[in-house]
């Protein structure tokens, strides 16, 4: 269990008991950065071994709350409020997705939309239109099968030699450099990621991108394929995040700004030099870290706001006060080499 993960536990139930004026008042952030992953009142297969996400209910929930403190600001406002150090009465809040799930346009937009809100997704080019599965949602769908399939459960009993729980952890540990694997174990338990992607269209198309740029939401970059930047080298960081700029460039979306996929953690300051200077658009990166700043200027951090099964309410307080404690002990910062 990570250190922020155990803050939370013993952090939540104190900090439910005040009310968010009194962190919002010690929010020495003006502009804060959220990310989602999708809203979805059904069992997702692909998605619920890897977060947890909000049903439609939790989702407005959360959006009231945050109407309620924060301004929500479209990405020219949020560049404009960078740029012009410009500060605003309610402190405010970009509002992002990532990976370019199909639920971003079936049931988050048109929520967005009844309450004026703008958001941007950050999507992997290379399954855009449901042409291939990422490797992270098929270790999700694998572990999903053989939990609620007994014959795949003994059947992979029987090839690895280990007990189901065994099983569940090594295939959700798989990482990017051997996702191969996970085809090899579909292969073998006969589960076919392009007929259930045929099925339920996990990402969206190419139609759902321009439609929703075209009504004024963001589509960014997210890497190519949704690699983890530290498993890479320097070039391979490189080529990755400019293939994605490039789509980005070559279909009209946006190339002045990059989420890093799971984290920005050891990518170091050559990787953003690199990249800005190849890319004179190029405006902020942005990684997920919470509250924090970074030694980098230009890559921001989010804040994760679908953690366990805390509200966004919760969730703030509890970064506000992580903030607090990590400034007093000077860690406030993301130190890069
Ligand atoms: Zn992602």
């Known amino acids: 269990m990570s250190f922020k993960t155990k803050f939370y536990r013993i952090a939540n139930p104190i900090n439910r008991r005040f009310s968010f004026e009194k962190f919002s008042q010690k929010l020495l952030f003006q502009d804060l950065i959220l990310v989602y992953h999708l809203v979805s009142d059904a069992d997702l297969k692909h998605a619920k071994h890897l977060f947890p996400y909000r049903s439609v209910k939790q989702f407005e929930r959360d959006l009231d709350f945050l109407l309620k403190h924060f301004d929500f600001i479209d990405w020219e406002t949020f560049l404009k409020h960078k740029s012009e150090k410009v500060k605003t009465k309610k402190p405010t809040i970009l509002l992002t997705f990532d990976d370019g799930y199909s639920e971003f346009y079936d049931i988050i937009v048109p929520i967005l939309k009844r309450k004026g809100i703008f958001a941007i997704n950050f999507i992997n080019p290379k399954f855009i239109d449901n042409k291939e599965m990422m490797w992270r949602n098929k270790a999700s769908l694998i ?195």
């Open 143 to 337: 572990v999903s099968e053989i939990i609620e399939n007994k014959i795949l459960e003994d059947k992979i009993s029987k090839y690895t030699g280990d007990e189901l729980n065994e099983n569940v952890t090594s295939i959700l540990s798989i990482n990017y450099k051997n996702q191969n694997q996970l085809d090899d174990i579909a292969n073998h338990l006969e589960i076919d990621f392009n007929g259930y992607l045929k099925k339920n269209p996990v990402y969206l198309t190419t139609e759902q991108l321009i439609k929703l740029k075209n009504e004024g939401f963001g589509i960014s970059s997210h890497g190519w394929n949704h690699p983890l930047y530290n498993q890479l080298s320097l070039t391979e960081q490189l080529e990755n995040t400019q293939k994605s700029l490039d789509y980005m460039k070559e279909n009209q979306f946006s190339n002045d700004s990059f989420a890093f996929p799971f984290t920005d953690y050891f990518v170091d300051n050559q990787f953003f030099e690199n990249i800005f200077n190849q890319n004179p658009e190029l405006k902020f990166t942005f990684g997920s870290a919470g509250l924090k700043l970074d030694s980098y200027a230009k890559n921001l951090q989010r804040i994760p706001i679908e953690t366990g099964n805390y509200s966004a309410e919760e969730i703030l307080k509890n970064e506000i006060m992580y903030y607090q404690i990590l400034k007093k002990i000077n860690k406030n910062k993301i130190i890069r080499s």
